[in-house]
Structure formats: C-alpha cells, structure tokens
C-alpha cells in the first residue's frame, strides 16, 4: 500500500480562513518531507519541505508541522485566497535518494 | 530562469507502439526523476539519475520501460509496445539536492 496518505480527500475552506491539511506517514526511515501544490494541467509546485530534525517551519503564509511521534504532517495555509484552490501532496523520501513517496492528494476548494 | 522542459505536452499512439518522452532538466541540476500520475491520483517514482552514478530503475513497472540521461543534461523515457494502461501524466523532475522542481509533464494517451 501506499506509504503516505491524505487523511481528507476534499477541503472546502471560505476565502479569508486559514486551511489545515493533514497527511499522515508510515516509512520511519523517511527524513525528508514535501508539500506541492498541483493545478489542473500544471505540474507539482513546490511550497515547502521540512527535515525530521525540525518539526516546524513557516514559509509565506504557509507553515508545515511535523510529528514524528505519530507520523504525521500538516500543512497550514493563512488567509486562503481564490488562487490556493488547488490539489494538494504530500511526500515523503530519504535524503540518501530524495526518491519521493506520494499521497493521493488532497482537493482544496477556495469560496469567494 | 528556465524551469524544467518536457516535450511533447501530448501524445496519442496506439496500442503496440513505442513512444519517446523527453525531459530538459534546469540547467546544473544533477538529479533527474521521472514520475507516472494516473488520473486523479498521486505521482509514482519511476526512475532517479544522480550525476554519472548508474540510475535506480527500482520503480519501473515493466521491462517495457527505460530511460535515459546524457551527462547531466536531456533524459529519454522510452515505453515500448505501448498498452492501454500506460495511459498517464509522466512527469519529470530535476534537482540540486532536496527540493525537485517539475515540468508541466507528457499526457499520453494509448488507444
């Protein structure tokens, strides 16, 4: 099975509210995690990463946690705007490789 | 600056053909991925270059597939006798170290 995973398949958040998306883990030698962001026909965009000897870091209105405890990771999105509607990753890898390990996706749907 | 090329955007063959895909990493990059995305679902690893290191081709679904990459430069992913379920989003990516950027990928459609 899937070595990461999504815990919510579809977010629908009101324009101006802070977004949470969830994704939980389950490979314990991964070091490295990823947040992209995907657009319909576009590739992956990156917006954030976080390495295991950190378990926060912010970025321009994003900011990604990370517990190691229970192998989880979130990605926190301030004031959502019209333009963050878009689908969501997570992955994971070992900086030996860097070879990433993708979740289904999280859909991210922004009301006006 | 130049993000990652790949070409063509689009390709229909039919079954039983083979295809070539071509992906143009950042300039310097010396870590190049290739990824399948199906329909509606997260990317698969395929295949990894490091420098002039031999290639991980650990996800590569079948003996069907095969890429490969000049120096640190242009990769080639070959799909031969194409089958219906080849069918995706491939999708290539290139870095320095950690953070992979990615082109806008190939469609290939196998009728």
């Known amino acids: 099975g899937e070595s990461v995973g999504l815990h919510l398949p579809t977010l629908s958040v009101q324009e101006g509210d802070n977004s949470i998306i969830n994704c939980a883990y389950s490979n314990s030698a991964s070091d490295y995690f990823i947040w992209y962001k995907q657009e319909s026909g576009k590739g992956p965009q990156f917006i954030i990463d976080i390495r295991s000897n950190m378990d926060k870091r912010q970025g321009q209105r994003v900011t990604v946690l990370l517990n190691k405890t229970v192998k989880h990771l979130s990605l926190q999105i301030a004031a959502t705007q019209p333009g963050d509607s878009a689908v969501y990753f997570c992955?994971?890898?070992?900086?030996?490789?860097?070879?990433?390990?993708f979740g289904a996706g999280t859909t991210v749907t922004v009301r006006a | 600056g130049a993000g990652v090329s790949q070409s063509p955007s689009n390709k229909v063959t039919e079954k039983g053909k083979d295809v070539e895909l071509r992906c143009d990493p950042i300039?310097?990059?010396?870590?190049l991925y290739w990824y399948r995305q199906r329909l509606g679902q997260g990317l698969e690893f395929l295949i990894y270059f490091q420098g002039n290191s031999a290639p991980d081709k650990s996800g590569l679904p079948s003996d069907r597939f095969s890429a490969e990459r000049t120096g640190e430069s242009v990769s080639t992913l070959t799909i031969q006798r194409t089958q219906q379920e080849d069918s995706a989003v491939y999708l290539c990516?290139?870095?320095?170290?950690?953070?992979?950027?990615f082109g806008a990928g190939t469609r290939l459609s196998v009728l």
């Open positions: 992955a994971e890898a070992r900086s030996n490789d860097y070879k990433l390990s």
């Open positions: 990516a290139s870095s320095l170290l950690g953070v992979q950027y």
């Open positions: 300039s310097g990059h010396t870590a």
